[in-house]
């Protein structure tokens, strides 16, 4: 059970590009987010999906896209990335009902220069 | 909307002391969780402790309880006997029972002094 992993763990960007964060969880957890943390801040909610072909915005979702075929995965992608985004990805999942926790994946670090 | 509050920036604890976190949260809806997440160095999230909206009593989990007052809309976490590997960052946290979406405060940094 490997619970919540995400790719890469590192990455820069030039301005621009595009790329796509992996997230993968094996609890079988119908929720699944996508966080940010800038430096010396809290998580803000980008996007999340409360299962398979379900998606809805968060708090910051401007510059990024997700889908969610599967119930196990939960991709982040980020078109045209711009020095605003340099930040830290978290991805999380849980399962539906009130009060559990959400698991949260070891996160990736990405830089736009 | 949901907000969290976390109003020291920073804490500095002695060794086996205990220590207090404070939170205070806003919302609007009847039914909420609160949650406590330490962030170590390391940068990864652990969950630390939950509190429902109607649990009568204050949530425990080993060392850390929930010292939560629902008039006055707080939620701070209580660490008994610090040890040094508690120095992390601490977030509060605050979902509805709906779309469960978490909304975090700006976290306190806990340093623990030998």
């Known amino acids: 059970n490997a619970g919540v992993t995400q790719t890469p763990k590192f990455r820069i960007l030039k301005i621009g590009q595009s790329m796509t964060l992996q997230c993968t969880q094996d609890?079988?957890?119908?929720?699944m987010y996508w966080y940010r943390q800038d430096p010396g801040m809290g998580l803000k909610l980008i996007y999340y999906s409360v299962g398979a072909g379900i998606t809805d915005k968060g708090e910051v979702p401007n510059g990024y896209n997700v889908s969610r075929s599967t119930t196990e995965d939960f991709p982040l992608r980020l078109e045209l990335a711009a020095p605003s985004q340099t930040s830290v990805y978290f991805c999380?999942?849980?399962?539906?009902?009130?009060?559990?926790?959400?698991?949260f994946g070891p996160g990736t670090r990405l830089t736009v220069l | 909307a949901q907000k969290i509050t976390q109003t020291q920036p920073g804490m500095f604890v002695q060794e086996k002391e205990a220590v207090t976190l404070d939170c205070t949260y806003d919302?609007?809806?009847?039914?909420?969780?609160l949650f406590w997440y330490k962030q170590p160095s390391s940068g990864e999230m652990i969950f630390l402790i939950y509190q429902g909206s109607y649990d009568q009593q204050n949530a425990t989990e080993g060392r850390y309880s929930l010292n939560f007052q629902k008039a006055r809309k707080s939620a701070n976490l209580v660490i008994s006997a610090s040890q040094l590997g508690d120095s992390a960052m601490y977030f509060c946290?605050?979902?509805?029972?709906?779309?469960?979406?978490?909304?975090f405060g700006t976290g306190t940094r806990l340093t623990i002094i030998p």
């Open positions: 999380a999942s849980r399962r539906a009902g009130g009060g559990d926790e959400q698991f």
């Open positions: 946290a605050i979902s509805n029972f709906g779309n469960e979406k978490l909304t």
């Open positions: 919302t609007s809806d009847p039914s909420y969780g």
């Open positions: 609890m079988n957890h119908n929720y």
